[in-house]
């Protein structure tokens, strides 16, 4: 109607205030840039621009279209404002988010001396502590905190200012309180963590009978999560269903139920009140996609997203996006990620930095570093969190280099750290190349006052733990022992157990019982059960295990996990499976636990069937276990048979997978398709090159051997321990032993590798089984360390095989003495004899077998036709 009257000018006339007044406002309730314009104009001709309520009304109606600068150039040309006029400019300001103009509009009001009102101190109630104190000063003056809404005002920003304190102070002064009020103190105390105090507000509000709100109840339910108090959570379910707040109006206080359910540990019922909602809005999907997230669901948490999408009422946004991403972060849901990944690329969520930095996080936890720095050099606009995300992607995924090259481009862009960047940094220093870095890592943290936080604590103990500096690992936990919690010394504990220093392990959670004021949980008996495993500690490992039943922490599965790994390296399979059985709570690792248990200790039949019941999609982990348990049996068959389900589940690619394919073909006697194996490889690493070496040595091919281990250090791939024991045991089997001394000499002046113990086992198998055993007998006594029954059990097989009785005589008597009820040395002495014709020292040694009730376990030979 307006376009038409204006087009006919000789109509201008017919337009009165009142008319000007009603289009005006009409714009107010629908901004439009282009009709505020029209109108303004049309006032302008009429002339009743000067009118103080039409250039209020234009003030509001440009601010609401967009046009703030023009509001206010409106504001300026008024002469006599009202102030109405002035609170109208203010609240303009604040919608805008110009806080700074409403401010100084309000101190030119008071220059003018213009008289205020109620309303204008609640317009200019700022967060700022100064201002709002100013306008409490101001409003006690001039007597308008009688007016209710200033004081919920006051009320709800001193709580925002975090002064919960005056907050109170100001809801008690309020003489009439309406629901707001006390709306503003529950929520003013949940938003600084008293949520004590938040139901306490609520409780008083009903009991005054207080007409009641979604916001007040809502609120109260988030503190009863806050406190992870599921029965008055539940109370409140039922005084929301009881007072009707179960209906599609009433979706915030539904949406805080599914919270509630989930964060307190029921998922179910988080499900049950979701499924009931009649109408959803984005807030209850995020939160139920986020409670399935927390849950580690993550099909029900897809499906959702699916459920989400077809129904189409409401679209995923960034919230939803980065709750899914999250569970995208391993190898196995990698293509899922992928196809969130082209979701945010087709719906411009990749403008959302924080997106960007989900994805990058995703792709470095699922080894596509290259995809994830890839992100970060498109994203223009980096903050703090993508740089701390590529650090932490290069630290897990083995590149401590590029992190370390990382985190000097930031220092060089002068961004402030935070601890997070300090935490990421701090874990790609697990190298003794890294010791100096770390070293400053850890003066730059000191300087930056880092260092005060248990969690950098926490990751320098476990940092100098791993370069092998103990002395530095006790002297930080000591510094902060008193007030150190349990996080700590589950670093320092973990950190020995993690690199082999178990006995100083087991000296830490021994100090930490009789000095420390933190109590154990369940991380710290995981690891001294493991520390126990790894010393062969029976009785201290049964100690332990009645600690945890003791202390009640038996039940959880971590536990469970760690007693039936230790018992499989006692060799009590028996417990193992006891404790495998008394499992209710069964995950894949219980499962890997209980199946690398029975492989260790050559019961690998057992194994296989356990593997053919397993209630869980494999992983790597029981795939290299399963492999070794046929190598044991040298059972092709099944081993063909994991083969094929390898390729199904598309792990043919994992390295540690294909080196136990190699070692299962190389001992069941396919070479040739070990060979195969190795040589289709697209990427090779310490593993496979190890069990190839292996696999030719076992075939007796030690020349073999040596051209894989050369070829290993021409692609630059650092050689291990076991690749010299390896290439020695290989040397062993060929009779290389000229060439397996170089490999021994050489090993650690040119590859750093220290010898150990199954090193020097090795030299003496090599020497002993081409007859040189006085050789064998002086490079014994010239070793560095005192010799073990390995190696005096490897000098007794070569005199066994070459007829030396003397010399076997003297090895046997040692042995005996380390290990006196061990029936096979006996055996092999007594077979020495039969070889060299001394018929009655066999016959006195089997006797005195058969007296002590000594029993060797009989041999056996298995052929599986493939």
């Not at 870095?437 to 880092?450: I, N, Y």
């Not at 348990?629 to 043919?652: D, E, P, T, Y």
């Amino acid at each position: 109607m307006f376009d038409k009257t204006s087009q006919r000018t000789q109509l201008y006339n017919t337009f009165g205030f009142f008319d000007v007044l009603d289009l005006v406002n009409y714009c107010k309730q629908t901004p439009n840039v282009t009709n505020v314009t029209k109108v303004h104009a049309l006032a302008f001709k009429v002339g009743v621009l000067a009118h103080l309520p039409t250039a209020t009304s234009l003030v509001i109606a440009y601010a609401r279209a967009g046009r703030y600068l023009l509001s206010v150039a409106i504001f300026h040309e008024v002469f006599n404002k009202d102030v109405v006029v002035w609170n109208a400019m203010m609240t303009c300001a604040v919608k805008n988010g110009e806080f700074l103009d409403a401010t100084g509009t309000f101190m030119q009001m008071l220059r003018e001396r213009v008289e205020f009102d109620s309303v204008t101190l609640v317009i200019v109630v700022s967060n700022r502590l100064a201002c709002l104190q100013c306008v409490h000063s101001l409003g006690l003056k001039f007597g308008l905190l009688s007016d209710t809404d200033l004081c919920n005002a006051l009320i709800n920003a001193y709580a925002k200012c975090r002064e919960l304190c005056l907050s109170e102070n100001m809801f008690v002064e309020t003489e009439v309180k309406d629901t707001i009020s006390w709306n503003s103190m529950i929520s003013g105390c949940l938003s600084n963590n008293r949520s004590d105090r938040s139901l306490w507000y609520f409780k008083k509000m009903v009991l005054c009978g207080v007409r009641l709100d979604n916001v007040g109840l809502s609120c109260a339910i988030a503190a009863s999560t806050c406190l992870q108090d599921l029965d008055i959570g539940k109370v409140l379910h039922g005084f929301g269903l009881k007072n009707g707040y179960n209906e599609s109006s009433h979706v915030s206080v539904l949406n805080a139920l599914v919270s509630l359910y989930y964060k307190c540990g029921d998922i179910n019922d988080a499900e049950i009140v979701f499924k009931s909602m009649y109408s959803k809005d984005l807030v209850s999907w995020n939160t139920m996609i986020n409670g399935f997230a927390s849950y580690g669901m993550i099909f029900e948490a897809f499906s959702l997203l699916r459920q989400m999408q077809v129904r189409g009422s409401v679209q995923p946004d960034t919230v939803t996006v980065l709750a899914v991403l999250s569970l995208c972060a391993e190898s196995l849901f990698l293509r899922e990620g992928k196809s969130i990944h082209g979701f945010v690329i087709r719906r411009l969520f990749g403008l959302d930095v924080s997106v960007i930095n989900s994805l990058m996080n995703m792709y470095s936890k699922c080894n596509q570093i290259n995809k994830a720095r890839s992100l970060f050099v498109s994203l223009q606009d980096k903050d703090l969190v993508s740089w701390n995300t590529m650090i932490s992607g290069y630290a897990q995924n083995g590149k401590p280099t590029f992190a370390q090259n990382m985190f000097k481009k930031l220092m060089y862009e002068c961004l402030e750290c935070s601890l997070s960047t300090v935490l990421a940094i701090l874990s790609s220093c697990d190298s003794h190349e890294s010791l100096k870095f770390g070293e400053s890592l850890h003066s730059w943290a000191m300087k930056l006052g880092f260092s005060i936080s248990f969690l950098t604590v926490n990751s320098l103990i476990f940092m100098y733990t791993n370069y092998g500096h103990l002395r530095a690992s006790f002297a930080l936990l000591q510094s902060v022992s008193r007030d150190a919690d349990t996080a700590c010394w589950n670093a320092m504990i973990a950190g020995c157990t993690q690199n082999g220093y178990f006995l100083e392990a087991l000296e830490t959670f021994k100090f930490m019982r009789r000095e420390a004021y933190a109590k154990h949980d369940v991380v710290t008996l995981v690891n001294v059960v493991s520390a126990c495993g790894n010393l062969e500690l029976v009785s201290n490992g049964k100690l332990v295990h009645g600690f945890a039943v003791k202390t009640l922490v038996d039940d959880d599965v971590r536990i469970k996990n760690a007693l039936i790994t230790m018992y499989g390296r006692f060799g009590d399979v028996d417990h193992a499976m006891l404790v495998f059985d008394s499992c209710h709570n069964r995950n894949l690792c219980s499962w890997n636990c209980i199946i690398s248990a029975l492989a260790q200790n050559k019961i690998a039949q057992t194994a296989l069937h356990l593997f053919q019941n397993l209630e869980f999609e494999t992983d790597e982990i029981t795939n290299s276990t399963i492999l070794s348990a046929c190598s044991q049996i040298g059972s092709i068959r099944n081993g063909k048979q994991i083969h094929g389900h390898v390729l199904r589940s598309n792990f043919h690619t994992n390295c540690y997978i294909v080196a136990a394919l190699i070692d299962m073909y190389s001992n069941c006697g396919r070479l040739d398709v070990s060979n195969h194996i190795f040589n289709c490889l697209q990427e090779t690493n310490i593993a496979s090159w190890n069990s190839m070496i292996s696999a030719y040595g076992f075939h007796s091919k030690g020349e073999n051997a040596i051209e894989i281990f050369n070829k290993m250090i021409m692609v630059g791939e650092k050689p291990t321990k076991t690749t010299f024991i390896n290439l020695l045991s290989a040397c062993a089997h060929s009779g290389i032993v000229n060439e397996g001394l170089r490999f021994y000499k050489c090993m650690f002046d040119e590859y750093g590798v220290e010898p150990v113990m199954e090193h020097h086992v090795c030299v003496v198998d090599m020497l002993g089984r081409c007859g040189r055993l006085n050789a064998v007998y002086e490079f014994i006594k010239s070793m560095p360390v005192e010799p073990d029954h390995g190696v005096w059990g490897a000098m007794l097989s070569s005199c066994n095989y070459h007829g030396d009785v003397e010399m076997g005589k003297k090895v046997g008597e040692i042995l005996f003495s380390l290990e006196p009820k061990n029936a096979g040395y006996y055996v092999s002495l007594a077979n020495t004899y039969v070889g060299a014709g001394s018929w009655s020292d066999a016959v006195k040694l089997r006797e005195f077998v058969d007296d002590v009730r000594l029993k060797k376990p009989a041999g056996c030979s298995l052929v599986d036709v493939g």
